[in-house]
C-alpha cells in the first residue's frame, strides 16, 4: 500500500459544479496535509495547507481532513475553466530527512 | 513564486552524453530536491540535499548525481543520458521544522535521442 493514495480520474464536469477530489493515507501519524494544483506543463503550486483534522476554507476551495478514516478531501464550489488542472495532495514523512508522499494526482476538466 | 530558477527549462540531448540541470533559489532554505515526473508515476524523487555539500539518494537515484557547493544552488547531472531519462524534471525547496511545506520550480522538459 503507498502512503498517499489518490484516485487519477480523469474528471470531467461542467463549470459551475462542485468538484470533490480525495486522497486517502496510511499512516495515522500523518497530520499535516497539502493540496497542489499543476498546469499542463507548469510545477505543482501549494493551493491549500492544512493541519490535523478540520476543514479550511479559501476562496471557492475547502480543503477537509477525517482523521478516523485517513481521508483528504479538496472540494471546489463553483467551479470554473480555469480550474482545469492536476490536483496532488501531500504529507510530510514522519521520518527524519524532511521528506514528502505525493498522490500520483487526479486530472480535472471543467467544461465551459 | 517560489524563488527557483530552473535552467535549461528545455533541452535535447543524445544518448550517452552528460547533462546537467541547475536550480536555483532565492529563499535561502536548506533543503532541496529533485524530482522526475511520469506519466502513471506521479512525482518520483531523485535525490536531496540538507545542507551544502550534504546530499542523499532518493527512490530513483540511478544514473544520477547531485551537487551543492552553495546554499542556492543545486545541481542535477545525468553522467550519460537514456532514453529512460527522457521526463520533466522539477526542483524543489522546503525550510526545516515540522509543519513544513514544499515548493516547486517550473520545471526542464528533458528528451534523451
Known amino acids: 500500500q503507498k502512503e498517499v493514495e489518490q484516485d487519477p480520474g480523469p474528471l470531467s464536469v461542467p463549470e459551475g459544479a462542485i468538484v470533490s477530489l480525495n486522497c486517502t493515507y496510511s499512516n495515522s501519524a500523518f497530520q499535516y496535509f497539502m493540496w497542489y494544483r499543476q498546469y499542463s506543463r507548469k510545477g505543482p503550486e501549494l493551493l491549500m495547507y492544512t493541519y490535523s483534522s478540520g476543514n479550511k476554507e479559501d476562496g471557492r476551495f475547502t480543503a477537509q481532513v477525517d482523521k478516523s478514516s485517513k481521508y483528504i478531501s479538496l472540494f471546489i464550489r463553483d467551479s470554473q475553466p480555469s480550474d482545469s488542472a492536476t490536483y496532488l495532495c501531500?504529507?510530510?514523512?514522519?521520518?527524519?530527512?524532511?521528506?514528502?508522499?505525493f498522490g500520483t494526482g487526479t486530472s480535472l476538466t471543467v467544461i465551459p | 513564486d517560489a524563488g527557483i530558477t530552473q535552467s535549461p527549462r528545455h533541452k535535447v540531448t543524445e544518448t550517452g552524453t552528460p547533462v546537467t540541470l541547475r536550480c536555483h533559489q532565492t529563499?535561502?532554505?536548506?533543503?532541496m530536491y529533485w524530482y522526475r515526473q511520469d506519466p502513471g508515476h506521479g512525482l518520483r524523487l531523485i535525490h536531496y540535499?540538507?545542507?551544502?555539500?550534504?546530499?542523499d539518494k532518493g527512490e530513483v537515484s540511478d544514473g544520477y548525481s547531485v551537487s551543492r557547493s552553495k546554499t542556492e544552488d543545486f545541481l542535477l547531472t545525468l553522467e550519460s543520458a537514456t532514453s529512460s531519462q527522457t521526463s520533466v524534471y522539477f526542483c524543489?525547496?522546503?525550510?526545516?521544522?515540522?509543519?513544513?511545506?514544499?515548493?516547486f520550480g517550473e520545471g526542464s522538459w528533458l528528451t534523451v535521442v
Open positions: 524543489a525547496i522546503s525550510a526545516t521544522g515540522g509543519g513544513n511545506t514544499i515548493y
Open positions: 529563499e535561502n532554505h536548506r533543503y
Open positions: 540535499s540538507y545542507g551544502v555539500k550534504d546530499t
Open positions: 501531500a504529507t510530510p514523512t514522519t521520518n527524519t530527512g524532511n521528506q514528502f508522499y
